[in-house]
C-alpha cells in the first residue's frame, strides 16, 4: 500500500516562496513511476489539482500556478516537490500530495486515488 508524507508548509508573505516535499513508501516494484501530484483545498473550496507529474518525467499545471510553481520528482529518493514561488494570498490552503499507483498517464484530476495527510500553506498579504 502506497503511503505519502508531505513537509514544508508554513506561512510567508506575498511575493515569497515555500518548497512542499513528498516522501512515497510502498510502491510496488516498476510502480514507481506512476502519476504523482499536487492538489490543494482552500476553506470553503472544493479540493483542486494543482500540479502533476506523468511517467516520471512529464509535468502538467492548473493554469492558476502556471509560470509560479514548479514540480519535481527525486526518483532514486522516491521524493516528490512542489516549488512554490511568487506566492499570492490566495495560494493559502492545505495542500496534499496524491498519488494514482498503477497509472501513468494524466487523464483527470479525478484519477489520483491515494492522499498524503497535508500541509498547511499560508500567504500573507
Known amino acids: 500500500q502506497v503511503q505519502l508524507r508531505e513537509s514544508g508548509g508554513g506561512s510567508v508573505q506575498a511575493g515569497g516562496s515555500l518548497r512542499l516535499s513528498c516522501t512515497a513508501s510502498g510502491y510496488r516494484t516498476g510502480d514507481s513511476n506512476s502519476l504523482m501530484g499536487w492538489f490543494r483545498q482552500a476553506p470553503g473550496k472544493e479540493r483542486e489539482g494543482v500540479a502533476a507529474?506523468?511517467?516520471?518525467?512529464?509535468?502538467r499545471y492548473a493554469d492558476s500556478v502556471k509560470g509560479r510553481f514548479t514540480i519535481s520528482k527525486d526518483s532514486a529518493e522516491n521524493t516528490l516537490y512542489l516549488q512554490m514561488n511568487s506566492l499570492k494570498p490566495e495560494d493559502t490552503a492545505i495542500y496534499y500530495c496524491?498519488?494514482?499507483?498503477?497509472?501513468?498517464?494524466?487523464?483527470?484530476?479525478?484519477?489520483?486515488?491515494?492522499w498524503g495527510q497535508g500541509t498547511q500553506v499560508t500567504v500573507s498579504s
Open positions: 507529474f506523468e511517467a516520471g518525467a512529464y509535468t
Open positions: 496524491a498519488a494514482a499507483p498503477g497509472v501513468y498517464w494524466y487523464h483527470s484530476w479525478s484519477q489520483f486515488n491515494t
